[in-house]
């Protein structure tokens, strides 16, 4: 089957800690994305890649970090630096970085900092 | 900047009836819009994809509907059934790029 997985689905930290989530896809896609979701808001974009090692700032990356060293593979370092981490992040490609493809999720994993 | 809303944030309805879901974006410049589901806890699943020349996209029972000009898009979905009951997202890419800024929702629930 085809898709993008995340894990873990939920991870807890302790404030201080970085923390890496990971996200696979087998789609075949040049283009990757994080989101974050937090309630009552709509997703906002982290970090997005639109080709093997390559990576570009979305609108709230402070206090994030990604890396792209296989075309599969795009995993989020949320760092201590990160005021505010508790949220649902969801990760997210398409076929490449034009605007007229569809972008599909994965399913999210929930982090809770305390 | 563009800026999507979503209008109602929260809807109740009886099974069995047909709806509306309204989206409106501010800069009308776009290149296409998608419509997701997310139920709660999960991922966002993309329902349609309707590209900027296209009026409107049909799959199953939800047909959505795209206005450029007046910054509007709807979904309908008709017969309306419990299952339908999540999240509705719509979204927009920014510029050419494929960065999608989102609406906040509308949140169906569908009454047996």
């Known amino acids: 089957d085809g898709g993008i997985t995340q894990s873990p689905k939920y991870l807890f930290r302790k404030e201080g800690q970085n923390v890496t989530l990971s996200c696979e896809q087998n789609l075949n896609h040049d283009a990757m994305y994080w989101y974050r979701q937090d309630p009552g808001q709509g997703l906002r974009l982290i970090y997005y890649s639109q080709i093997v090692n390559d990576f570009q700032k979305g609108d709230i990356a402070e206090g994030y970090s990604v890396s792209r060293e296989k075309k599969e593979s795009f995993p989020l370092t949320v760092t201590s630096a990160q005021k505010n981490p508790t949220a649902f992040y969801l990760c997210?490609?398409?076929?490449?970085?034009?605007?007229?493809?569809?972008?599909?999720f994965g399913p999210g994993t929930r982090l809770t900092v305390t | 900047k563009q800026e999507v809303t979503q209008i109602p944030a929260a809807l109740s309805v009886p099974e069995g009836e047909n709806l509306v879901l309204n989206c409106s974006f501010t800069d009308s410049a776009i290149y296409n819009l998608q419509w997701f589901r997310q139920d709660p806890g999960k991922g966002l699943t993309s329902l349609l994809l309707?590209?900027?020349?296209?009026r409107e996209q049909t799959s199953g029972r939800l047909n959505a509907s795209l206005d450029k000009s007046s910054g509007r898009s709807t979904l309908y979905i008709a017969a309306s059934q419990p299952g339908d009951s999540a999240t509705y997202l719509c979204?927009?890419?920014?510029?050419?790029?494929?960065?999608?800024?989102f609406g906040t929702g509308t949140l169906l629930a569908v009454q047996p």
């Open positions: 979204a927009v890419p920014s510029g050419a790029t494929n960065k999608l800024i």
């Open positions: 997210a490609s398409s076929i490449d970085s034009l605007s007229s493809y569809e972008q599909y």
């Open positions: 309707i590209q900027s020349s296209q």
